[in-house]
């Protein structure tokens, strides 16, 4: 979708601001809202790419004015009623009000190092051999699906080169939508800078992104 | 006014964000489907255990053996394994290397996606929609603001991490440093070094 996330080449957002010595927290709710976002991911009732989506479609003008953490709750909030855990009113209540779905599992204290050791690899194997080969051009198919897609914007419609072949990877655009993981190769195709911003683009700039083989088509 | 909160919109927004994490928490915690415990364990392995010294390490020891840099640059994911980082958000693993004629750097555009294996939690900046709307279309002005002025010559490439590869700078060791053990080396990394919003400190600069 062509949401709020899709910042590349936006402007106006003003100066970066890097804060010195920065601290890994600003406040303590940011703590507990890693530790809760972690804890229910847990649950294994919705993926990474599920959690994205949710992320992106936060409205506009809420997610351009929330902090990240911010957009991790109110995300967490949304797949937490989604599927069957909490309901609006117990959120709005601060408390329980009736049984909910049951997750498979729920992350303990003992539990935590093994899982954040192994967090959650996302390659797969796959049978097709790759589409294209590394020194391929290729270009970016131009579409704007209402959906999940990684492919951004600024990188539609564009010609690159395959300067390598990553791997087979769970299709995001598909697996944040329950359709399934349908593993694809990605490959890591890159753009001179004049091809994605045109006249005016500083000449020794050259941009990548990682693809699924679907968002490619040969030249 | 004094002691009005309501006065300051910072403030404000805080409070509200307290109390909403609070009470999803609290819901969570009645309903058996959280372990608070695990929330502490969680957040003290961010705070305490995974960082960007992690990250130094790497780089130092690719410095220092080239065997280990060739690795690096073939298979990551096991060259940076072999230290004992893995893990979230660690799991596919790529090391890309500057050189005199490029500099590296990395961004996610569409979210907040950053190695956490090895560089621990992302800074706010890198997760703020100045920095991932500007690092794909101004990289040099970017990097002004982190005081790195680049030669105009030099090749500039961003990394976009739009897949689940996670993207670890290797930074140029910097002259002067010829005989240095790893432990020294890896305390000229800087994170942002390894992201490529800053260089190597130099040696005379070292603590």
């Known amino acids: 979708m062509n949401g709020p996330h899709d910042l590349g080449g936006q402007m106006g957002f003003g100066p970066i601001a890097p804060e010195a010595d920065e601290p890994w927290f600003h406040a303590d709710w940011e703590r507990r809202a890693l530790g809760v976002t972690l804890a229910c991911g847990a649950f294994g009732a919705w993926t990474i790419d599920e959690s994205r989506h949710a992320r992106e479609n936060i409205p506009p003008a809420a997610y351009l004015a929330a902090s990240y953490y911010e957009i991790w709750i109110r995300a967490l909030e949304v797949l937490l009623q989604r599927h069957g855990f909490v309901t609006a009113d117990e959120i709005a209540a601060g408390k329980s009000l009736s049984a909910g779905a049951a997750p498979k599992r729920v992350l303990t204290a003992e539990m935590v190092a093994g899982v954040l050791a192994r967090g959650g690899p996302c390659d797969r194997p796959l049978s097709q051999v790759p589409r294209f080969a590394v020194g391929a051009r290729v270009r970016t198919r131009n579409v704007n699906p209402t959906t999940h897609t990684r492919l951004p914007r600024y990188a539609r419609g564009k010609t690159g080169i395959v300067e390598a072949v990553q791997g087979s990877f769970v299709f995001a655009d598909d697996n944040a939508h329950g359709r399934g993981e349908n593993p694809q190769w990605v490959y890591t195709v890159v753009f001179d800078g004049p091809e994605i911003w045109g006249e005016g683009s500083d000449p020794t700039l050259s941009v990548s992104i990682d693809a699924w083989e679907s968002y490619l088509e040969p030249v | ?207």
């Open chain 2, 1 to 207: 006014m004094s002691g009005d909160h309501h006065d300051h919109h910072h403030d404000n927004h805080y409070s509200d964000m307290q109390a909403r994490v609070r009470a999803l928490e609290t819901v969570l915690t009645e309903k058996g489907l959280i372990d608070p415990g695990a929330l502490d364990a969680i957040v003290e392995t961010y705070e305490t255990k995974v960082g960007p010294r992690n990250g130094a390490r790497v780089v130092a020891r690719a410095w220092s053996d080239a065997a280990f840099a060739d690795w690096l640059s073939r298979d990551a994911t096991a060259a940076i394994a072999s230290l004992g980082y893995t893990g979230r958000q660690g799991e596919h693993m790529r090391a890309v290397f500057n050189t005199n004629a490029t500099h590296n750097l990395v961004v996610c555009t569409l979210c907040s996606c950053y190695p956490w294996s090895v560089l621990g939690l992302p800074p706010v900046w890198y997760k703020a929609p100045a920095y991932r709307s500007r690092a794909v279309i101004d990289p040099r002005g970017v990097l002004r603001e982190f005081g790195v002025t680049l030669p105009e010559e030099k090749r500039i490439r961003v990394w976009d991490s739009t897949a689940e590869l996670r993207y670890l700078v290797v930074p140029q060791r910097p002259a002067g440093t010829d005989g240095w053990s790893e432990a020294d080396l890896a305390g000229l990394v800087t994170r942002d070094s390894m992201i490529g919003t800053g260089l190597a400190r130099l040696p005379e600069t070292a603590a």
